[in-house]
C-alpha cells in the first residue's frame, strides 16, 4: 500500500462516528448474513468487508497520539458459467476509506504500519472481465496488481503493508503502481505449463488514477507520458500452501534521478523474490521475501522481510491466529544523502488474531519502529493497534448444486 500523505487529525466526533458506524454494521447485518456455511456456487457473489482500525503512538515517530482508520469494502464478483458464458468471470470492487494518518502523521514510517490507510475517498478499485482458456486465463479493466503479484499468502494476517507487497515495489513510480488505494487499467495474462510451474505477466498504466485529482472516483488515464509498469512473475509449488516465487518489473517512463535532479533516466526496474510454506512444527507456516531496485530513483532501495504464523495457538481457539514479522527497508545513498535518511528502517510486528465468530475478528497489534524513514532525525517508535474486522459473503442466482465458478 502507498504512503499516504500527512494531513490534521480530525475530530474526536469523526472517531466515534467510525466506531458507531462499524458497530451498526455489525449489529443489522448480521441477522440477516449469518450463515457459517460455505456459500453455494453462483452467477453473482457479493462480498461485504468491514474493517476499523484503533491505534495509538505511545512514543518517537512524528507525535505520540491516538488515531482511527476505516475502510469499507464491496466486491460482486459474476461467473458467466450459469448464464451461458463458460470461462468468463468479472469482478467490480468498492471501497470508502476515512480516518486519521497513522504514519503520515505519528509515526512517520516508510513501510506503512497500516494496510488500510488511504486518503479519505470513495473509490472503484476494481472493474475487470476475464477469461479462461484452457491452463491460462486474460484479464483486462481496472486490476489491483497485488492479487496476482508479490502477494505471500502466508503474511496475509500481518497489518504492516510491507509484507502485503514490497516497498521496494509499492513505493516505485510516480504514484506506485496499481495497488490499493488507486489503480490502473491493464491486461494481465497467466499461464500453467504444469502443475507445479505457473507464470504471469502484465502491462499497467504507469501512473494510476489522476494526480491533479487524487480523491477521484475512477480514473483510467493511460499517456505516453506516464508510460507503461511491466511485470512478470514465475511460481514454482513445492506442495500444499509451499512454493517459490521469483518477479521482475520495469517502468517505461523517465523518472528525475535523486543524485542529479538536472537529470532524467529512462526507465525504474526492480526484482524480487520470496518463499512460503508450513514448516515442520504443526499449524506453523514462515516466508522470507528479498526485493531490489535502482537507488538512483528510488527511496526504498531494498528490502528484506520474513515472518512467521501459528494457526490454532490453543487447543481451544483452533480459528486464532499469532504471528511476528520483520521488514528492513533499506534507503539507497542519494536518497539519504539527499534527505539526510537512515540507511535503513526496521519494523517488528507481533499480532494476534481473536476470531469471535465466522464473520468477526479482532486483532491487538504491536509495532516497534526502528529509525522511522519518511523524515530525517525521527527516534524510534512504538505503536499499538486494535483491529476490528466484519466480514460478509452472499450469493445469488444458482442451486446449490450447480458447478462452481471458474477460476
Known amino acids: 500500500m502507498r504512503h499516504a500523505r ?9 472517531r466515534l462516528t467510525g466506531i458507531a458506524a462499524f458497530c451498526a454494521a455489525v449489529l443489522l447485518a448480521a441477522p440477516a448474513w449469518a ?3 460455505d456459500p453455494p456456487p453462483a452467477p453473482l457473489a457479493l462480498h461485504l468487508r468491514e474493517t476499523l482500525d484503533l491505534w495509538r503512538n505511545t512514543r518517537g515517530g512524528l507525535q505520540v497520539g491516538d488515531t482511527q482508520l476505516n475502510k469499507l469494502q464491496l466486491v460482486a464478483d459474476f461467473n458467466g458459467t450459469h448464464l451461458g458464458l463458460p470461462g468468463w468471470t468479472a469482478r467490480l470492487q468498492y471501497f470508502r476509506a476515512n480516518g486519521e494518518r497513522l504514519s503520515g502523521g505519528r509515526i512517520g514510517d516508510v513501510q506503512t504500519a497500516s494496510n488500510i490507510e488511504a486518503l479519505s475517498t470513495d473509490r472503484l478499485m476494481e472493474a475487470w472481465v ?5 491452463r491460462g486465463d486474460l484479464k483486462a479493466g481496472l486490476i489491483d496488481l497485488n492479487a496476482e503479484f508479490d502477494s505471500i499468502g502466508a503474511a496475509g494476517l500481518f497489518l504492516n503493508s510491507s509484507h502485503g507487497i514490497g516497498p521496494d515495489l509499492s513505493k516505485s513510480g510516480l504514484d506506485g503502481p496499481s495497488i490499493f488505494p488507486v489503480s490502473a487499467p491493464g491486461a494481465q495474462a497467466r499461464w500453467r505449463p504444469s502443475k507445479r510451474l505457473s507464470l504471469a505477466a502484465a502491462a499497467f498504466g504507469g501512473t494510476p488514477g489522476d494526480l491533479a485529482h487524487p480523491k477521484a472516483f475512477a480514473a483510467a488515464r493511460l499517456s505516453a507520458r506516464d508510460g507503461a509498469l511491466l511485470i512478470g512473475q514465475a511460481n514454482w509449488s513445492l506442495g500444499e500452501d509451499a512454493r517459490v516465487a521469483l518477479g521482475a518489473w520495469r517502468y517505461t517512463a523517465s523518472f528525475d ?3 542529479r535532479p538536472d537529470l532524467r533516466q529512462h526507465g525504474w526496474a526492480g526484482t524480487y523474490a520470496f518463499v512460503e510454506g508450513p514448516l515442520p512444527v504443526e499449524h506453523v507456516k514462515g516466508w522470507l521475501r528479498a526485493g531490489l531496485t535502482d537507488r538512483g530513483v528510488a527511496t526504498v532501495s531494498d528490502y528484506l522481510g520474513g515472518g512467521l504464523t501459528r494457526e490454532a495457538p490453543f487447543a481451544s481457539r483452533p480459528d486464532d491466529a499469532i504471528g511476528l514479522a520483520v521488514g528492513r527497508a533499506g534507503l539507497g545513498g542519494p536518497a539519504r544523502r539527499a534527505a539526510g535518511l537512515p540507511a535503513a528502517e526496521t519494523t517488528v510486528e507481533l499480532t494476534y488474531r481473536y476470531q469471535l465468530s465466522h464473520a468477526l475478528a479482532v ?3 504491536l509495532q516497534y519502529v526502528r529509525h522511522p524513514a519518511s523524515r530525517a532525525g525521527l527516534p524510534d517508535a512504538l505503536a499499538v493497534g486494535l483491529r476490528l474486522s466484519f466480514g460478509l459473503d452472499r450469493t445469488f442466482g444458482a442451486p446449490a448444486d450447480a458447478p462452481g465458478p471458474t477460476r
Open 6 to 14: 500527512p494531513r490534521p487529525p480530525a475530530p474526536r466526533a469523526r
Open 35 to 37: 450463515d457459517d456455511d
Open 257 to 259: 534521478r535523486l543524485d
Open 130 to 134: 476475464a477469461r479462461r482458456f484452457g
Open 363 to 365: 486483532q491487538p497489534d
